[in-house]
T-cell receptor, first 109, second 116 residues
Framework: SQQGEEDPQALSIQEGENATMNCSYK?????LQWYRQNSGRGLVHLIL?????REKHSGRLRVTLDTSKKSSSLLITASRAADTASYFC?????????FGKGTRLSVIA | NAGVMQNPRHLVRRRGQEARLRCSPM?????VYWYRQLPEEGLKFMVY????????ESGMPKERFSAEFPKEGPSILRIQQVVRGDSAAYFC??????????????FGPGTRLTVL
């Protein structure tokens, strides 16, 4: 299984602070993706990092990937109340994506 | 370019009835995935289809559940003789490339099934 496991399960921060979420997985991958889910909605693709990349940026998002440790991290800088959501990682190979339980982020204004 | 569309958004069924959930992928996408999400849980993969073919149904219960993606029209997830445990949000996603290097999936808004 290529399921990722997100950590922590829940995270609560003040607006303006940075939020860091981690993902661990067990098998080799082609890429790793991060998704966000707002309450009651479908997932939204945030960023994809390939297995030969170590770091990637997109706006206030920064993703790292360490294939030797089979782990990834998602950093959201200068968080906003609108960032409140659940975040899922999806290690991806040649099989359908498998999602973990996610990290539930609460950003308090 | 319209995104992934699902209907109905909410569906209420009594035990024993049938539920039909529809998914229209993004234009140009020929790969469809169905997921189920229970409250406070992550998405559980159910089935992966291409046009007229089921590629991977390893996450779908063997009984009462079926899925299709015909040559014309939307993909349909069908649940026969629904039970209360089938109550969940069902999400559909589509992609233009199957597996491989990039497998970005675009999700629909989901169908919330409630079984009374």
């Amino acid at each position: 299984s290529q399921q990722g496991e997100e950590d922590p399960q829940a995270l609560s921060i003040q607006e303006g602070e940075n939020a860091t979420m981690n993902c661990s997985y067990k098998t080799s991958i082609n890429n790793l993706q991060w998704y966000r889910q707002n309450s009651g909605r479908g997932l939204v693709h945030l960023i994809l990092i390939r297995s030969n990349e170590r770091e990637k940026h997109s706006g206030r998002l920064r993703v790292t990937l360490d294939t030797s440790k089979k782990s990834s991290s998602l950093l959201i800088t200068a968080s906003r109340a609108a960032d409140t959501a659940s975040y899922f990682c999806a290690p991806s190979g040649n099989t359908p994506l498998v999602f973990g339980k996610g990290t539930r982020l609460s950003v308090i204004a | 370019n319209a995104g992934v569309m699902q209907n109905p958004r909410h569906l209420v069924r009594r035990r024993g009835q049938e539920a039909r959930l529809r998914c229209s992928p993004m234009k140009g996408h020929s790969h469809v995935y169905w997921y189920r999400q229970l409250p406070e849980e992550g998405l559980k993969f159910m089935v992966y289809l291409q046009k007229e073919n089921i590629i991977d149904e390893s996450g779908m219960p063997k009984e009462r559940f079926s899925a299709e993606f015909p040559k014309e029209g939307p993909s349909i997830l069908r649940i026969q003789q629904v039970v209360r445990g089938d109550s969940a949000a069902y999400f559909c996603a589509s992609s233009s490339i199957a597996g491989g290097q990039d497998n970005e999936q675009f999700f629909g808004p989901g169908t919330r099934l409630t079984v009374l």
